[in-house]
């Protein structure tokens, strides 16, 4: 089983700066297979990203995944205040998938 | 709009049983991978179960394989969980979620607001 790994814990930030969150799986994740998701207090998750690096359907544009292998980032260019919220990223595959433990975007 | 209402959660006793169900509407139901996913408090999320779209295939973690069982009524647009010899440890908010697909693989792509399970005495 992938383990995800996600740095940091807590992230605290200001409305405008950038933030850059980490995912490293413990072996390399084939095909991309990679989402990344925002949850709020009390609501659902709402997936951003995709196959690494797809925005999902009216994700805005300064939401941005990248890397493969074992190495992953989710990017807020320029955070708005609705950003503050807990990130996880998430392995699919056929039989199984993972969550990282989550980073918390705090103001 | 994809809608997806979950129902069923609630108090119940170590090794006791819980079924909870998943009412989709919004889309084709029957043409689409379903999952569970939980979250317990304080914790992170936990992937639970995924089920294929003719319900043929299902794939369920370590942590409640032999345990739960997901099923689903294609005729009723209808998801379900049920749990069985249940433990505190699955004290948490049970989502269902659609899964969207890739090309390489399925990800929950639009999920419920969720149902709490508590489990204790």
């Known amino acids: 089983e992938i383990v995800l790994t996600q740095s940091p814990g807590t992230l605290s930030l200001s409305p405008g700066e950038r933030a850059t969150l980490s995912c490293r799986a413990s072996q390399s994740v084939t095909s991309t297979s990679l989402a990344w998701y925002q949850q709020k207090p009390g609501q659902a998750p709402r997936l951003l990203i995709y196959?690494?690096?797809s925005r999902a359907t009216a994700i805005p544009d300064r939401f941005s995944g990248s890397g493969s292998g074992t190495d992953f980032t989710l990017t807020i260019s320029r955070l708005e205040p609705e950003d503050f919220a807990v990130y996880y990223c998430?392995?699919?595959?056929?039989?199984?998938?993972?969550f990282g433990q989550g980073t918390k975007v705090e103001i | 709009e994809v809608q997806l209402v979950e129902s069923g959660g609630g108090l119940v006793q170590p090794g006791g049983s819980l079924r909870l169900s998943c009412a989709a509407s919004g889309f084709t139901f029957g043409s689409y991978v379903m999952t569970w996913v939980r979250r317990a408090p304080g914790k992170g999320l936990e992937w639970v179960s995924t089920?294929?779209?003719?319900?043929?295939?299902?794939y369920y973690a370590d942590s409640v394989k032999g345990r739960f069982t997901m099923s689903r009524d294609n005729s009723k647009n209808t998801l379900i969980l049920q749990m069985r010899s249940l433990r505190a440890e699955d004290t948490a908010v049970y989502y269902c979620?659609?899964?969207?697909?890739?090309?390489?693989?399925?990800?929950?792509?639009?999920w419920g607001q969720g149902t709490l399970v508590t489990v204790s005495s």
């Open positions: 089920i294929s779209n003719g319900g043929g295939r299902t």
């Open positions: 998430h392995h699919y595959s056929t039989s199984t998938r993972t």
């Open positions: 196959g690494a690096s």
């Open positions: 979620a659609r899964d969207g697909y890739d090309g390489s693989g399925y990800y929950a792509d639009y």
